[in-house]
C-alpha cells in the first residue's frame, strides 16, 4: 500500500517484507530503512529528504521493481547476492539534488539507474545486470584517499557513466565485462583500467598510475582521447 507523511520522517527498523506494492511518499521528510528490505513487489519511494537503506535489497527474495525517487541524499548498501538479482524488474535510484553512496560491495539487478550529482563508492564495488542496461548520470569517485575498485558486468548490455570517474578521488581500478558496449570519460585510477566489451567508446583522459590500461573490443573516440600510464603498458586488442 501507500505510506505518506506531510514533511516527515518514514522509518522501519527491523527487517522490511513487501508484503504487495508498496510506495512511500514523505515530502521534505527522511525515509530509513535500518535493515534488509525483500519481497517479490515494487518499492517505490519519493521526497526530497535523505534516503538510507543499511541492509540488502532483495538479497533473500528479489523485489519486482525499485524506484528509489527523490532529491536528497541516498545511501545503500547493496542489491542481492553475487550470482542473484536482487530486483527482477527495473532500478532507478535518484539523489538528483544530492550524493549518492554506495556501500556493500554487490549490486545485482536487471536494468539499473543512478541520478546523483555525484556517486560516491563506500567500498570496493561491482554492478552486475543479466544483459541489460547500467546508467550513471554523473560523476563517480571513491570515498577514501586510497581508493575503491569498480567492476561493471552489463553482459551484452550498455553501460553509460555520464561524468567523469575518479575525478576528485581516484579509484583503485575500473575492470567492465565482455559483450555489450560501454561509454564513459575521463577515468583516473591507482590501479588497472581494463575494458572488455565488445564496443568502447572513450572520450576524455584516461590516467593510471604506473599501471595497465587495456581495451578488448573495437575502440571508438568519441572525442580527444588521452591515455597517461606511467610505466604501465596500454593494448588495444581489437
Known amino acids: 500500500g501507500t505510506y505518506a507523511t506531510t514533511d516527515s520522517n518514514f522509518s522501519v ?3 522490511a517484507i513487501l508484503g504487495g506494492a508498496t ?6 521528510g ?17 521526497g526530497s529528504g535523505t534516503t538510507t537503506v543499511s541492509g540488502i535489497i532483495g538479497g533473500t527474495t528479489a523485489l519486482s521493481a525499485l524506484t528509489l525517487g527523490g ?4 545511501t545503500l548498501s547493496g542489491i542481492g547476492g553475487a550470482s542473484t538479482a536482487g ?5 532507478s535510484v535518484s539523489g538528483s539534488g544530492s550524493t549518492m553512496t554506495l556501500n556493500g560491495s554487490t549490486y545485482n539487478a536487471n536494468a539499473q539507474t543512478y541520478t546523483a550529482n555525484n556517486t560516491i563508492l563506500g567500498a570496493n564495488t561491482t554492478i552486475t545486470t543479466s544483459d541489460d542496461n547500467i546508467t550513471f548520470s554523473n560523476t563517480i569517485n571513491a570515498s577514501a584517499a586510497t581508493g575503491y575498485s569498480l567492476t561493471i558486468n552489463g553482459g551484452t548490455g550498455t553501460v553509460t557513466v555520464g561524468g567523469a570517474i575518479g575525478g576528485v578521488t581516484a579509484l583503485t581500478s575500473v575492470t567492465t565485462d565482455t559483450g555489450g558496449s560501454v561509454s564513459l570519460q575521463n577515468v583516473t585510477t591507482s590501479g588497472a583500467q581494463s575494458y ?15 599501471s595497465n590500461f587495456s581495451v578488448t573490443g573495437a575502440a571508438i573516440l568519441g572525442g580527444a582521447t588521452t591515455i597517461n600510464v606511467g610505466t ?6 581489437s
Open 71 to 74: 532529491t536528497g541524499a541516498v
Open 232 to 237: 604501465g603498458a596500454i593494448t588495444f586488442s
Open 30 to 46: 527522511a525515509i530509513s530503512f535500518s535493515n534488509t528490505i525483500n519481497g517479490a513487489n515494487s518499492l517505490t519511494t519519493s
Open 196 to 210: 572488455g566489451d565488445a564496443t568502447v567508446t572513450l572520450n576524455g583522459t584516461y590516467a593510471t598510475t604506473d
Open 13 to 15: 527498523t527491523g527487517a
Open 87 to 91: 530486483v527482477t524488474g527495473a532500478t
Open 23 to 28: 510506495t512511500v511518499n514523505v515530502g521534505t
